[in-house]
């Protein structure tokens, strides 16, 4: 490992970034030039792209033997989505969450979490368990297109609102320059992933880290980075139920799309390792589970709330850390988590039902008209 180890991690990094965005740009903006509705694009071709990155590094990593990675890049993905990035974006402001969100989005997460689970009870993931994922995403892609044709105008304008200014710089551009911009994007995607797994596997081959552990760490917040950036922008920019919407988006085509498609190509099943089953997917089932009672009060995430989740990112981190170079202070760390989960779990139930019950007075109590 040398000093061009590091660089090529950065170029790949850079690499994901900016390819996504070049890829959603161009995508959106041919969708639009086509008469497909911007809710559409915003539902499907975004949510697409911002997981470009973990469909990109978790294929080649499939390629490339190194399965691991990209089971690691799927789960840590999820994690890091939900309670770096989310808590993250309700630090900045405070989260607004549609109850369309609540009702739909994260009860089909929560669905998909537990069928990917049992799917890996036996320590893999083969072409049929992935043609059930994959199968899981085509089904949901038809129904959302279905649902939003069928929508009110009114409650679709928040997603409109996502994908404006994707539209406004590049839709008014020729045709082969909008597809150029999908096909650099896409080449851009490659080279990035090609580069992330190749320096991230040489870094974890040299500090005698596992694969897996590298790929829910330092590939997984890489490939993470677009849904931080059109996250934190949109809380910044008042667009703040935005940023859930895309988080969510995000980690359900994670499941489905992402390691259902990586297993349907990959030459051999993708392992799933015993740490996976009793500490990384629980942690993954356990935060998307975690949403519901915190978005059920009032469909807001609080900074307070942005807070907790962040600092529990930290304690996963920390607890992999330590289990990766096999500390003592893990036996410490992982029962205190233990005690300490359900106690916050707990309390983010308690104030879900009040706020809850404060949202229904306050609407009964509204004039009708």
Known sequence: MTILTFVALGIGLVCLVAGAELLVRGAASIATRFGIAPVIIGLTVVAFGTSAPELAVSVSAGFAGDGEVAFGNV??????????????????????????????DIPILIVASVVTLLLSLDNEIGRIDGAILFAGVVAYTVWLIRAARNERADVLEEYDEAVVELEVDVVDKPLPIQVALLLVGLG?????????????????????????????????????????????????????DIAVG??????????????????????????????????????????????????????????WEGFVLVAFYALYVAFLILDANDSGAVNVLGPAALVVAPLVFLGFSVAGVQGWRQHQRQRDHQPTG
């Open 75 to 104: 789960a840590g993905s999820n994690i890091a989505n939900i309670l770096l990035i989310l808590g993250a974006s309700a630090i900045v402001g405070g989260l607004v969450v549609s109850q369309r969100i609540i009702r739909l």
């Open 188 to 240: 851009v995607l490659v080279v990035g992933s090609q580069l992330l797994v190749g320096s991230a596997t040489d870094i974890a081959e040299h500090l005698g880290v596992s694969d897996l552990v590298i790929g829910l760490t330092v590939v997984a917040i890489g490939t993470s980075l677009p849904e931080l950036a059109t996250s934190l922008l949109a809380a910044l920019r008042g667009q703040r």
């Open 246 to 303: 895309n988080v969510v988006g995000s980690n359900l085509f994670n499941l489905l799309s992402v390691l259902g498609l990586t297993s349907i190509v990959s030459p051999d099943p993708i392992p799933v390792a015993d740490s996976s089953l009793q500490v990384d997917f629980p942690v993954v089932l356990a935060a998307t589970i975690v949403l519901v009672p915190i978005v059920w009060k009032g469909f807001r995430i609080e900074r």
